[in-house]
């Protein structure tokens, strides 16, 4: 496939749209344009079937395999409020004090800036630097505070994927605790004096080492997930800091992939999803 651009005349979502213009495809193969990121509109990857268009929009269909060379991280979602990558494991969501520049703050910034020279992004949650995932950013301060203020009522899920070592004695439960964090920023269960943490679990796959877990927050503490599956004597695979005896990846095995939340603004349903890591399934065969 050539690549195309299309100008939009009337407001609608996205993919009746393609439908529309894109003749002789099935309504799955336009799908797959879109999970692959063959699919800008204005020049931003948009990967939700139901993303609103707007008149005088220009939305493009790239050839496979091609790569949007402003992003340094996969665009999962872009419009005039939001920006929402899928960062990468090892990567700070913000700056330290011993990291100022390599942050998913830094890049995204820097990749708005290259469309827009005064642009800028906001922090409105954080992923701990070695979980990879979905992570949602603001371009202007109305919009950081709406999401902000709002959090724990505009999030219905934070849906996580974590590759752990051995077998959970549940296929699946519930952990809730209260949660502490030592002086060396270790964070543990306690009877008391702690903040209260709840974790839901299921099984997906196992293996003779290892099970892949779809794990829920109702609570955002530091490491709350590492944490629980630790003490549950399933540690993530990787996590050398809550007991880990391997690292079969590389990497931290845990994966933020799905975020649904409410926009504060239209009151819309908004799904956001990061694609299972490579690796993650072959653990488990």
């Not at 004597?233 to 939340?261: S, W």
Request: hydrophobic share 30%; with cysteine.
């Amino acid at each position: 496939m050539q690549e195309k651009t299309y100008s939009v005349t009337q407001a609608g979502p996205l993919l009746p749209f393609l439908l529309e213009q894109v003749k002789g495809q099935s309504r799955n193969n336009i799908k797959g344009l879109l999970t692959r990121g063959q699919v800008q509109v204005d020049g931003a990857t948009v990967t939700r079937h139901d993303h609103p268009l707007e008149p005088g929009q220009r939305v493009t269909i790239r050839p496979q395999g091609s790569r949007d060379r402003k992003a340094p991280f996969p665009i999962l979602y872009e419009d005039r409020r939001i920006l929402v990558i899928e960062k990468p494991a090892g990567l700070l969501s913000m700056a330290n004090d011993r990291e100022k520049v390599r942050t998913a703050y830094h890049m995204a910034t820097d990749y708005v800036r290259r469309t827009q020279p005064k642009g800028r992004v906001f922090i409105v949650h954080r992923l701990d630097r070695d979980t990879s995932g979905v992570l949602l950013f603001a371009k202007d301060e109305e919009t950081k505070r709406a999401y902000q203020d709002n959090w724990d009522t505009l999030v219905t899920r934070r849906g996580y994927l974590a590759a752990v070592e051995g077998h959970p004695p549940k296929e699946s439960d519930t952990i809730r605790t209260l949660l502490r964090e030592n002086a060396a920023h270790k964070v543990y269960s306690v009877r008391s004096g702690g903040k209260e943490a709840i974790t839901h679990y299921t099984t997906l796959s196992s293996g003779k080492d290892y099970t892949l877990l779809e794990v829920d927050i109702d609570t955002g503490r530091k490491n709350q997930i590492r944490a629980h599956l630790s003490e549950l004597g399933c540690p993530v695979a990787g996590d050398r800091d809550y007991g880990a005896a391997t690292d079969p990846l590389g990497r931290l095995c845990l994966h933020a992939h799905e975020l649904i939340l409410t926009d504060p603004f239209t009151g819309e349903k908004r799904v956001f999803r990061a694609e299972v890591p490579k690796g993650f399934r072959g653990l488990t065969r």
